[in-house]
């Protein structure tokens, strides 16, 4: 049973099918309500479009009450811990929270110490678990299995949340992994994960091609390169398109620099998922969400006492 | 059908007769519900309290699910352009946009390139659609007609949204338009729409005095006039208001500059429809929604066969 | 009937009680719903978690609709005053509102004039009347009792709202207050509502200990006194927690300074009710939201008929 989603290397393979199941069963037009009045709230520390509406619409889907939680208007303000805010809302009586926070495992001073389920939608340069079950339920859904596949990750892999996930993530299902982009982006440790291999080879190769997000707010030097520069050795160009496999698809977490990491006439072609990403993460979050509400409503009767008795 | 509503002008006078027409219904008690759970959202990219309330209030009583967006932390920092943010919000599942941006016809990016109506809540000095709608129920829910009525528009008419829209729309439905003002604030391309006339004559001819806001965050020279001679020169004063017509009404968007644009003791006076024109917001957007979202359901085989073949 | 929540000064003694007993029955299950859709809006003009997210519980737990409102986004920033503002919420068809504000009494522009109920959820330095009534009920649900009980109120009274409120109520309830903490922050007034006694005696003698939190952002002059120094002479250490009374409780309005108002060992020891005290703060706001809820659903007719008459 899982209690909380804080990072994939926690889970299981089996952990891990059993959650894209679940979104399929949701894609497919499932529903579930907990059959209480359930509340979650979104703790977004960092700027963020895409998950926290993503959150949003799979938690109003499965009929929660979502309680609006502004980072910038709240008691951390006043200094208040991480920690106390959480405990807080436990107290107030949410259900689950989600959290993004840009300290890396700021998870730790949650886990075991609060008595609702956490869910990490981003930790610094850490862990991304849900943006990653949907790159893997989106390429499930485009091939039907992991074993076999070979998936390129492109880009600013030391910086990435998504590339450690995903990496670590695919080759425990079976699928093989390289990597690409600038040379100085990539590090050593991630050699036993997969091979780093040119980019006019690497695209040749893969049936997934998965292109990162240079994130511009975390890089100092950037100059050394230009944005057309950066296109033209690591981006994938219209003529690097045409020459990848038939069937392959194209992935990229978003927001897109549209003419950096990806040609802007390409961010919607065929071959892209990219939009398709989105539409999945919604399910995906849906299959979080109901997981560890179940948990929360079986664990429910013990929590209770736990409470009195303090 | 209407698809989506960005401007006024797009609109033929029968189009407009309707959605008044179903406003009055709203006004009346009537209720519509989707038939299933469907999701819109407010982009408010300025800020505003009377028109996204409204909308936040209208969307409720339809029964849909508004999801938050605040421009302040969303993926539009990290240099994402409108377009790809709404696409985003497609491919995650809304059904509707509402989008008040600073940018003239922002919406021109959106139009045919996404899938889902967007209802226009202001673009810069453009339109505003939804504050003109409510302006002309608000006129014949008082008169019953427009043809033959005299409507005053008095102040910053070349900054303001809502002179355009509302004198087109008049002209179209059959009234008769008059400006006033500072002439420095107006623009020679209205005389076709209306005559100039002086302030002290206006309000003793018209039926209708729609009085605009001063934009004081528009205004860089305002120091050439202070707020009170603006006031004695070319707002409501007491005295004046007690020269109008028998049965004529006050007409304001709010926020209101009390003692600038009209005297703090009119705000509330029995001429006054400026609260009323509130009210009555909440259902010209109901209206508008109805319409869109009837259109979406209309069209929504057709939108899934197209997301599909992507 | 209570119309308006603006200050424990107005209550009866019964008209308290008699909210407390709401409160008790929504802790123990009791549902009550309007029996219509209802509009609410939180307007919180300083920063808060505890209260507004309680709040917004308490709220959906009434299954209202909660309007979103952010002061840093509104017409407030266009210069408008408050009275427009909730005028203006009231006819877009709020049925109540709660406000948050920095200057005292701010609800004196709005009671007799708004025509929807006003619920104070703090004022400046004045009144926070719902985190009075849940420290009541914390005590009654402790003691079952106010009569003869010793409550001591620690800390920076003079910027407290809470003090006040607090030491007001006590009294007409039957408690004795007493105070302690940094004589400078105390002020002769309060000898009226009980005495001043140093912190080592009072631990020694009260029933109920109230912990203030300091109000960092309140002092100026801070520097006279370290954190660890006021730890020492004014907090709760485990030392002096060790003396307190058989049964006596430990009470904190949160958000705690750990280490400073108490060690940060206590805050979750068995005689601390901190964060029952922030459970009990749902129950009690959705007693409040009730009362001036059927307060507004009897007077409506008569409403009605004042808005139309305008």
Known sequence: MLRNLVS???MHKDEILLILMQAKKFAQGEQWHAGK????????FEASTRTKTSFEVAERKLGLEVIPFEAGSSSVLKGETLHDTVRTLESIGLDAVVIRHEADRYYEQLINKINIPVINAGDGCGQHPTQ?????????????????????????IRHSRVARSDAEALRKLGAEVRFSG????FEEEYLSAGEFVPMD??????DVLMLLRIQHERHDS????????YHQMYGLTEEREKRMKTGSIIMHPAPVNRGVEIAS???ECERSRIFKQMENGVFVRMAVLKQVLEGRLTNELANQKWQYSC
Do not use: H, Y
């Open 201 to 206: 080879k690497l695209v040749e190769e893969v």
């Open 265 to 267: 006439s390409l961010v």
């Open 222 to 229: 950037e100059a050394e390169m230009t944005k057309e520069q």
């Open 37 to 44: 009045q359930m509340f979650v709230a979104n703790l977004f």
């Open 8 to 10: 994939i290397k926690d």
């Open 132 to 156: 990653c079950l949907l790159d893997l339920f989106t390429i499930q859904q485009e091939f039907g299995r992991f074993d076999g596949l070979k998936v390129g990750i492109v880009g600013d």
């Open 182 to 185: 600038p040379p100085e982006w």
